[in-house]
């Protein structure tokens, strides 16, 4: 089941903090670019990302419960690309990790279904990310895909891009904030779980007020981007966990992969590795201190 293998998995690691695999040609330390490029061709750009996603997971697999990948960064090189986007995900369930496929899908219901059937009829996915703009028809064929709890959706709530407070903090006729009001649609889904729902939703890091708000309201995991290079603290992120310490999965990308640039580091999977061990101190001390 979802929910136990993620608490089973943090518990052990003593980790809720997520890799992001998001390869870019900026991101590819020299040696990997003069060992890959000859043409610089969509083939070599892939082969030198999986190359790169190994390492970082080698490097990771102890420390963190789950990877998360996002589909943009391979769609980007066509089908190669897509081969390593999967390839990765397999590779990170090979390792013992729980995986997101972070593809943000959402559209009328015959095409969710589609999209809901090909990301989690895969066995190395075990979360997708969901668009809820479409409303529940839209939603539920993702809902149904996951029923019984043994994968899990993160529904986008409230983004962690600056912009996000265009829509998302619209005010409806009753006082709320629009977001709220896809919180409670995230809800209806929810089910009747004892501890957490296999259905979550994804929070930004750097909004500590909506956290507060959307803890309350939500019995699903909080997926929390926005740590590390979109300036998102650890101070805030804490109150996406519940006063027992769970409850959030806190994701870094550029961070953590990009570390090695900051501390002129050539072995780019022992600084991801640092770079992890820094963030999961730093979330883990925040924890501890509590929430008011
Ligand atoms: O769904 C997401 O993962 C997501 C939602 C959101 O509100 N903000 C956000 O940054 N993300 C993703 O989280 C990752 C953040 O990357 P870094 O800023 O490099 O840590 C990217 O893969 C984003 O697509």
Known sequence: MFIEKLLREIKQKKSPCVVGLDPTLEMMPDKLKRKFLVKGDEKEIAQMFWQFNKEIIDYTAELTPCIKVQIAFYERFSLPGLEVFYKTLDYGKEKGLMTIADVKRGDIGSTAKAYAQGFLKNPSIDSITVNP???????????????????GLFILVKTSNPSSKELQDLITEDGQF????????????????S???????????THKEHLKRLRKKLKGFILVPGYGAQGGKAEDIKYAFNTD???????SSRGITEYYKKIGEENYGLAAQ????????????EIEKGVE
């Open 195 to 205: 501890e957490f729902s296999h259905i979550g939703s994804v929070v930004g890091g």
């Open 178 to 193: 629009f977001y709220e009001k896809v919180a409670d649609l995230v809800s209806s889904f929810e089910g009747d779980f």
């Open 245 to 251: 310490g769970f409850g959030a999965l806190v994701c």
């Open 274 to 285: 640092i770079s992890l061990k820094n963030m999961i101190a730093d979330i883990n001390r």
């Open 133 to 151: 703009y479409f409303g529940s028809d839209g939603l539920l064929p993702f809902v149904e895909e996951t029923k019984g709890g043994e994968k």
